[in-house]
């Protein structure tokens, strides 16, 4: 490929060829992408309409690339083919399977700058947001290429009848495995679900967001670069109203990360077919900043927590509450560390938040601080669209005065936006963080860290962080992330990360006696024979 883009930090090896870094460059002017580096990635879709539709950088709004589009029949086929690649691959030993996973970890970080590159591109984020997500995929695929035996192996149990019954436990893959995957961590996310599905030994047909197909394709290609089979991780491409049934259709399970509205309607027909799902999906989440709260430290993680990805993450912080005690000064500092972010939508290091994706995401935004300052909010930082800096820019944007009349009172804004309340008894304020449906990520801030965990267990949500905005919990992949109520279903990371994906099958061998009545035994002789073992079980405090 050709040199990387000037001053972008990118390696030579980087996929983009030219880019607005030159101060007396036109700031719209178009990053170009090498049409041979495109093709080798598109030609991972299985598609054969000869439809493609086009996608835009939301940098400056120049095209992209020409994304083809997969059809109900192409869809068929990736199963197809899904389906034959597992029966060989599931007859592939685990530690050859954790071998090329642990492969897949020195592939990403050797290639970080081309990915961060790509993802830049089609997102818009800042490149400290991007670096996340190979991260993410490196701690990801170490996590269980390194874990492999302990959540795999066969496990004995213990038998019925001691020593006669022996039971073992087998993990045995569910087959091919469906994912839709989000744009807002299009590497990350079109990947992190499907590496644990692919050690375990399934298939994976994937079906990416239409605004970032490039990202997860260059996954794909990195996980054939590692030693995968190329037809064990099929690719399509459409809109989700038209594919997403006919993946449900075929799929042995599903896992998707969205909004709650989708969410709900994938539970439905997952439900109708009997295979399970695990969905991760909206919320509107809640940092507490107690009263012994290091002030300075939560004003920093909360700029991290309010406007990483532009508050494009599900995991992002939209409600703090904040001890009246430390309030005015913990505003004073949130605020003015809010205002001295550096803006831009720039693929350098230099910016510290990026901009929204779509009009889409800037309409909504839009629209829900409008609607709160129209009904008395106030506006203590940010508040405004910035065209000047890109399309879709929209400013960190702090509210105080918040009501529930308003529109982001309680519904996911998905942006940079975070409204703030004064609070003065904790209860009443653990109450109002689990007001509403939502339960994915919350932060407790407090100096008395075993008083935090101890709050943190009263906070509905699959995770809390204590001193930390999300990237505690996020980034420790042995422990489960997921969400309660509203906010999802099932868990990604961790032993239920991995064994969602497997069927749990139990095989029992006895020996010498069996459960039946022996040696001329009648039924009821036989019942009474094994009510005394049971008590007798019992007193030597057998299981």
């Given at each position: 490929?050709s040199?990387?883009?000037?001053?972008s930090?990118?390696?030579?090896?980087?996929?983009?060829v030219d880019?607005?870094?030159?101060p007396e460059?036109?700031?719209?002017?178009?990053y170009?992408?090498?049409?041979?580096?495109v093709a080798?990635?598109?030609?991972?879709?299985?598609?054969?309409?000869?439809?493609t539709?086009?996608?835009?950088?939301?940098i400056?709004?120049?095209?992209?690339?020409?994304?083809?589009?997969s059809?109900?029949?192409d869809?068929?086929?990736?199963?197809?083919?899904?389906?034959?690649?597992?029966?060989?691959?599931?007859?592939v030993?685990?530690?050859?399977?954790?071998?090329?996973?642990?492969?897949?970890?020195d592939?990403v970080?050797?290639?970080?700058?081309?990915?961060?590159?790509?993802?830049?591109l089609?997102?818009?984020?800042?490149?400290?947001h991007?670096f996340d997500?190979?991260?993410h995929?490196?701690l990801?695929?170490?996590?269980?290429a390194?874990t492999?035996?302990?959540?795999?192996?066969?496990?004995?149990?213990p038998?019925v009848?001691?020593?006669?019954?022996?039971?073992?436990l087998?993990?045995?893959?569910?087959?091919v495995?469906?994912?839709?995957?989000?744009?807002?961590y299009p590497?990350?996310?079109?990947?992190?679900?499907?590496?644990?599905?692919?050690?375990a030994g399934?298939?994976?047909v994937?079906?990416?967001d239409?605004?970032t197909?490039?990202?997860?394709?260059?996954?794909a290609?990195l996980?054939?670069?590692?030693g995968?089979p190329?037809?064990?991780?099929?690719?399509?491409?459409?809109?989700?109203r038209e594919?997403?049934?006919?993946?449900?259709q075929?799929?042995?399970y599903?896992?998707?990360?969205?909004?709650t509205?989708t969410?709900?309607?994938i539970?439905?027909?997952?439900?109708?077919?009997?295979?399970?799902?695990?969905?991760?999906l909206?919320?509107?989440?809640p940092?507490l900043v107690?009263?012994?709260?290091d002030?300075e430290?939560a004003?920093?993680?909360a700029?991290?927590?309010?406007?990483?990805?532009?508050?494009?993450?599900?995991?992002?912080?939209?409600?703090?509450?904040?001890?009246?005690?430390?309030y005015?000064?913990?505003?004073?500092?949130?605020?003015?560390?809010?205002?001295?972010?550096?803006?831009?939508?720039?693929?350098d290091?230099?910016?510290?938040?990026?901009?929204?994706?779509?009009?889409d995401q800037?309409?909504?935004?839009?629209?829900?601080?409008?609607?709160?300052?129209?009904?008395?909010a106030?506006?203590?930082?940010?508040?405004?669209a910035?065209?000047?800096?890109a399309?879709?820019?929209?400013?960190?944007?702090?509210?105080?005065g918040?009501?529930?009349?308003?529109?982001?009172?309680?519904?996911?804004?998905?942006?940079p936006?975070?409204s703030?309340?004064r609070?003065?008894?904790?209860?009443?304020?653990?109450?109002?963080?689990n007001?509403g449906?939502?339960?994915l990520?919350?932060?407790?801030?407090?100096?008395?860290?075993?008083?935090?965990r101890?709050i943190?267990?009263?906070?509905?949500?699959?995770?809390?962080?204590?001193?930390?905005?999300?990237?505690?919990?996020?980034?420790?992949?042995?422990?489960?992330?997921?969400?309660?109520r509203?906010?999802?279903?099932?868990r990604?990371?961790?032993?239920?990360?991995?064994h969602?994906?497997?069927e749990?099958?139990?095989v029992?061998?006895?020996?010498?006696?069996?459960?039946?009545?022996?040696?001329?035994?009648s039924?009821?002789?036989?019942a009474?024979?094994?009510t005394?073992s049971?008590?007798l079980?019992?007193?030597?405090?057998?299981a």
């Amino acid at each position: 490929m050709s040199e990387a883009i000037p001053g972008s930090g990118a390696s030579s090896d980087g996929p983009v060829v030219d880019g607005p870094h030159d101060p007396e460059h036109d700031p719209r002017a178009s990053y170009a992408l090498e049409p041979e580096y495109v093709a080798r990635l598109t030609d991972r879709i299985l598609s054969t309409t000869g439809a493609t539709s086009q996608v835009f950088s939301p940098i400056n709004g120049a095209p992209v690339a020409n994304i083809p589009q997969s059809s109900t029949d192409d869809v068929a086929e990736a199963f197809r083919r899904a389906r034959v690649a597992q029966a060989a691959w599931a007859r592939v030993s685990v530690d050859e399977r954790a071998r090329i996973l642990h492969r897949l970890h020195d592939i990403v970080l050797d290639r970080q700058a081309e990915i961060m590159d790509l993802i830049q591109l089609e997102s818009g984020k800042a490149r400290k947001h991007a670096f996340d997500e190979p991260l993410h995929i490196a701690l990801t695929a170490r996590y269980y290429a390194r874990t492999a035996h302990q959540h795999l192996d066969t496990q004995r149990r213990p038998g019925v009848v001691p020593v006669l019954t022996r039971v073992e436990l087998n993990r045995v893959p569910k087959g091919v495995v469906g994912i839709i995957s989000p744009w807002n961590y299009p590497f990350t996310m079109a990947l992190c679900d499907g590496l644990p599905a692919l050690l375990a030994g399934n298939a994976v047909v994937a079906k990416p967001d239409a605004q970032t197909m490039l990202s997860a394709l260059l996954g794909a290609q990195l996980l054939e670069d590692a030693g995968f089979p190329r037809d064990l991780w099929q690719v399509v491409a459409g809109p989700g109203r038209e594919l997403g049934t006919p993946i449900i259709q075929r799929a042995d399970y599903i896992c998707f990360t969205g909004s709650t509205a989708t969410g709900k309607i994938i539970a439905k027909q997952a439900a109708e077919r009997l295979i399970g799902c695990s969905l991760e999906l909206g919320g509107k989440n809640p940092i507490l900043v107690l009263r012994d709260a290091d002030v300075e430290r939560a004003a920093e993680g909360a700029v991290r927590a309010c406007f990483s990805n532009a508050g494009q993450l599900c995991v992002s912080t939209e409600r703090m509450f904040v001890a009246d005690a430390v309030y005015d000064r913990f505003v004073e500092r949130f605020v003015a560390r809010t205002k001295a972010m550096s803006l831009g939508a720039t693929m350098d290091w230099d910016a510290d938040m990026g901009t929204l994706i779509s009009a889409d995401q800037l309409e909504t935004v839009t629209a829900h601080v409008e609607d709160a300052v129209a009904k008395g909010a106030r506006v203590l930082a940010g508040g405004k669209a910035r065209p000047d800096l890109a399309p879709y820019y929209f400013e960190p944007t702090i509210l105080e005065g918040v009501t529930p009349e308003m529109t982001c009172f309680g519904n996911e804004t998905f942006g940079p936006v975070v409204s703030i309340y004064r609070f003065h008894d904790e209860a009443d304020a653990i109450a109002r963080a689990n007001d509403g449906e939502y339960g994915l990520n919350g932060s407790v801030y407090t100096r008395d860290t075993v008083r935090g965990r101890a709050i943190a267990r009263q906070v509905k949500c699959g995770t809390v962080n204590v001193n930390e905005a999300f990237g505690a919990t996020f980034a420790s992949i042995d422990a489960p992330m997921g969400g309660m109520r509203e906010s999802g279903m099932g868990r990604r990371q961790g032993s239920e990360g991995i064994h969602r994906y497997t069927e749990t099958q139990s095989v029992a061998t006895q020996r010498l006696i069996r459960f039946g009545p022996m040696l001329g035994m009648s039924d009821e002789g036989y019942a009474k024979f094994m009510t005394a073992s049971l008590r007798l079980m019992d007193k030597l405090g057998r299981a």
